[in-house]
C-alpha cells in the first residue's frame, strides 16, 4: 500500500528562520514521483516541486530546497530565511504507477505559521 | 493563460439531495482528477479521467460519479447527500499525471 506521512502537524516559527517540513513515504513501486504542495488560505494547492524515483539529487529553488533519501524514504523540504507570506499548510505526496492510474496520495499535511 | 476553473466555489446542499460539480482543465490537458480535502485533511483521490475514459477511482462509495467530455471537462456527481460528504473538492488537470498536476481553487461543499 502507498502511504505518506507527514509527522509535523503544525510549526511556528519566527520570520528568518530556517524551517525543514518532513516526509516519508511507503510504496513498493521501483517508480514513482513525489510532489510537494503548498496550500495557502485560498485553497489551492500550488505546485513546488516534482521528484521522480531516479533522481536523487538535491534539489534548490531560491529559498527553498529539498532532499530525497530514497534509502530512509524521506523526501524533506526546507525552507530558509522563512517569511510571512510562506505561512500555508504543506502537503507531500506519492504518485504511484499502478495499473495506468496517476492518483496523488497525500499525508496530512504540515501547517506552517511564520510570525513577524 | 486560464488556469483550471471550477464551479460554483459554494455551494450549500441539504442531506438527501444531489450535487454536480464542474471542472475546466487548462488548454491542452487531458487527463483530469478529482479529489476530496475534509477538513484539516489532505486531499483524497476520487477519480482519474484521461480521455474521456476512467484511468482510476479511489475508495468511494458508488454515490460518487463522475465523466469527461469531448473538450475534456468534467463533471463529479454525488447523489443522496450525507453530512461527511461536507468537504472542499478539487479538481486537477494535468498533460499526463506525471507531468505534476495543476489544482482548481476548488467547491466548497457544505452539506447541512
Known amino acids: 500500500a502507498q502511504k505518506v506521512t507527514q509527522a509535523q502537524t503544525e510549526i511556528s516559527v519566527v520570520e528568518k528562520e530556517d524551517v525543514t517540513l518532513d516526509c516519508v513515504y511507503e510504496?513498493?513501486?521501483?517508480?514513482?514521483?513525489l510532489f510537494w504542495y503548498k496550500q495557502p488560505p485560498s485553497g489551492e494547492l500550488v505546485f513546488l516541486i516534482r521528484r521522480n524515483s531516479f533522481d536523487e539529487q538535491n534539489e534548490i529553488s531560491g529559498r527553498y530546497s529539498w532532499n530525497f533519501q530514497k534509502s530512509t524514504s524521506s523526501f524533506n523540504f526546507t525552507i530558509t530565511a522563512s517569511q510571512v507570506v510562506d505561512s500555508a499548510v504543506y502537503f507531500c505526496a506519492l504518485s504511484p504507477k499502478q495499473g495506468g492510474s496517476e492518483k496523488l496520495v497525500f499525508g496530512k499535511g504540515t501547517k506552517l505559521t511564520v510570525n513577524p | 493563460d486560464a488556469g483550471v476553473t471550477q464551479s460554483p466555489t459554494h455551494l450549500i446542499k441539504t442531506r438527501g439531495q444531489q450535487v454536480t460539480l464542474r471542472c475546466s482543465p487548462i488548454s491542452g490537458h487531458k487527463s483530469v482528477s478529482w479529489y476530496q480535502q475534509v477538513l484539516g485533511q489532505g486531499p483524497q483521490f476520487i477519480f482519474q479521467?484521461?480521455?474521456?475514459?476512467?484511468?482510476g477511482r479511489g475508495n468511494f462509495p458508488d454515490r460518487f460519479s463522475a465523466r469527461q467530455f469531448p473538450n475534456y471537462s468534467s463533471e463529479l456527481n454525488v447523489n443522496a447527500l450525507l453530512l461527511g460528504d461536507s468537504a472542499l473538492y478539487l479538481c486537477?488537470?494535468?498533460?499526463?499525471?506525471?507531468?505534476?498536476?495543476?489544482f482548481g481553487s476548488g467547491t466548497r461543499l457544505t452539506v447541512v
Open positions: 486537477a488537470s494535468s498533460l499526463t499525471g506525471v507531468h505534476g498536476y495543476t
Open positions: 510504496t513498493r513501486d521501483t517508480t514513482y514521483y
Open positions: 479521467y484521461y480521455e474521456k475514459e476512467e484511468r
